[in-house]
């Protein structure tokens, strides 16, 4: 079946209402969240930007939101309702927590056919399987968050709700998997750097991303996208090795994934990765707002910023023209590259932490521990 757009009208009055909260949302999706969401969604969202709720958090609740009012009209017929009674909250589950081998014999296991090819219609479901555990239980955590933040107690504690989650991930159990494959580590960016080697826009915006992401603790991909003109601060120098000056600017990231809503996070960039930002600036003439932008056909710059899938597309073809794998590397192999190569050259976990705004010990030290392992004497004992 498919979506029924809602009236030009609404749609529109949206799409208008969405234009004052751009600077937080994926904008180049408006049009398309205009004919999702409805008109109290809109106003939650606009509600949660004057919370000051952070940008990430809220591009999250934004993407889940659609997610769930397209699914709920594809596998009801109807808008979300508020609050969700606990059969639909089962049926959720049900549709995205299925086992692969039994669709096999059973077609009217898991996602029926029609409501998968109606959320692909619309551009929200890309996945082909199941979803995954941690997918599915961070949109029923914000699908929970929304549900309060309208008023409304949901049926999210229920025992059925806990039972059901924790029998489906059981029965099909699933590795976990790193967000990117293999870690883009010193001598991979290298390898991507060299296929911008001329002064063409797209090398230049190319090398420029590429080395401040990488360089400013492995920046998410959301970050680099959103990163603005105005977020940026000249630094006196910093004396180099060799005792040359080498230029110098903080960025102030503001509220990030893991710090506090009211903590402004900063890192540095210091030498070829400021050098490298500031030819962008000036081949793109951009003096205000949004460093990172698209590219037309014609060499035309975009006043929009780029989009977060961007990115990583972007960090995909240069390491495909690099000649290495694409399905191995994506945009959040420049952050897990950061660690592994700082642990490579002995610097210390808290030091890199401070550039990477790692907040958990944990995760950062596996970067470590697995550097550690792998150039110490225990695996290299038939060397």
């Known amino acids: 079946m498919d979506i029924l757009a809602p009236p030009t009208d609404g749609v529109s009055r949206r ?17 398309k969240l205009a004919e999702i969401l409805t008109d109290p969604d809109v106003e939650t969202l606009r509600h949660l930007v004057n919370e000051g709720m952070g940008d990430n958090t809220l591009r999250a609740l934004t993407s889940d939101l659609a997610y769930l009012e397209a699914w709920a009209m594809a596998a009801t017929e109807n808008p979300l309702p508020w609050p969700a009674p606990e059969a639909l909250l089962l049926k959720f589950v049900a549709h995205h927590l299925w086992d692969p081998q039994r669709r096999e014999t059973d077609a009217d296991h898991g996602m029926p056919a029609d409501v998968a090819d109606a959320l692909r219609h619309t551009g929200v479901l890309r996945t082909f399987g199941p979803h995954a555990p941690a997918t599915v239980r961070r949109r029923l955590a914000n699908w929970s968050t929304l549900t309060k933040w309208r008023g409304f107690d949901g049926a999210f504690a229920s025992p059925a709700l806990k039972s059901a989650i924790r029998l489906a991930v059981r029965a099909v159990p699933r590795p976990r998997r790193r967000k990117s494959a293999k870690a883009v580590t010193g001598d991979v960016l290298a390898q991507l750097l060299a296929t911008c080697g001329s002064d063409n826009l797209r090398d230049v915006r190319d090398r420029a991303i590429l080395m401040v992401a990488f360089a ?30 080498l230029p110098s600017l903080s960025i102030h ?131």
């Open 216 to 245: 400013s603790g492995g920046r998410r991909r959301s970050e680099v996208a959103g990163l603005r003109k105005e977020q940026l601060t000249i630094e006196p120098p910093v004396i180099g090795e060799d005792g040359s000056p």
């Open 253 to 383: 990231l503001g509220c990030t994934k893991n710090s506090g809503a009211s903590q402004d996070e900063v890192v540095y960039l210091t030498g070829r990765p400021v050098d490298a930002l500031n030819a962008w600036l000036a081949a793109a003439k951009i003096e205000s707002g949004s460093v990172f932008r698209a590219i037309d056909r014609w060499g035309n710059v975009s006043r929009r910023a780029l989009d977060p899938k961007a990115v990583n597309d972007i960090v995909k073809r240069r390491v495909a023209l690099a000649g290495l794998a694409p399905g191995e590397f994506s945009a959040h192999g420049l952050r897990s590259g950061y660690l592994t190569e700082a642990a490579n050259l002995g610097i210390p976990l808290p030091e890199a932490m401070e550039q990477s705004r790692h907040r958990s010990l944990q995760q950062a030290s596996s970067y470590y521990n697995g550097a550690t392992r792998r150039n110490g004497r225990a695996a290299q004992i038939l060397k």
């Open 15 to 31: 799409a208008e209402a969405l234009d004052t909260i751009a600077a937080v949302l994926p904008i180049d999706r408006r049009d």
